[in-house]
């Protein structure tokens, strides 16, 4: 995972801006904003929550790649710093990253959408739509039997395809635009 955007860097050099169906999109715009480093993750974690905040306060869109999923965390937090209301959040990932901690660890990677649920401007489960789950912790389980979780597993992807999930996720989340 650490090596995720070099290995994207060096490969998107050797990509045409084309489509599969051989559609042209070369007027594209990529910025790419460089690596998040450090050794004190407090302080890496709050260099990225800025940066996110001041790139949604701006309009613009992006798509964050690398580190492992605690990344997650600085980014949801530096969204819920630049808006005045409630989003949702699709995780798309074959665990759901609801822990309280892993390994005593709050901000895990397992924990992302746990620390989520912390934040001013996601009020509820009903904020989380979860796709491609294939396992759960057990702290996890305790949240899914309550059946506040809208979620549809890899089983669920596979069985009634795709375009169903994907519909499934825009009706229960078209509320949050």
Known sequence: AAEAPQMLRANTLHSTPCTERLAWFDTLNVVDGGDFEGSDREEV?????????????????????????????????????????????????????????????????????????????????????????????????????EGNIQVKTAYDCYHEGIEAVAADCIEKMKKFN
Request: with cysteine.
């Open 45 to 145: 974690f709050a260099e990225v929550q800025k940066y996110v905040a001041d790139l949604v306060r701006k309009g613009v869109r992006f798509t964050m790649v690398g580190g492992d999923h605690s990344v997650t965390i600085p980014v949801e937090r530096g969204i819920n710093d630049a808006v005045d209301e409630e989003f949702g959040i699709i995780h798309i990932d074959a665990h759901m990253d609801l822990c309280e901690a892993l390994e005593g660890d709050l901000l895990s990677h397992g924990s992302t959408e746990r620390r989520a649920l912390e934040l001013s401007h996601v009020k509820s489960l009903e904020n989380l739509y979860f796709i491609g789950i294939r396992s759960i912790e057990p702290d996890e389980f305790e949240l899914y039997k």
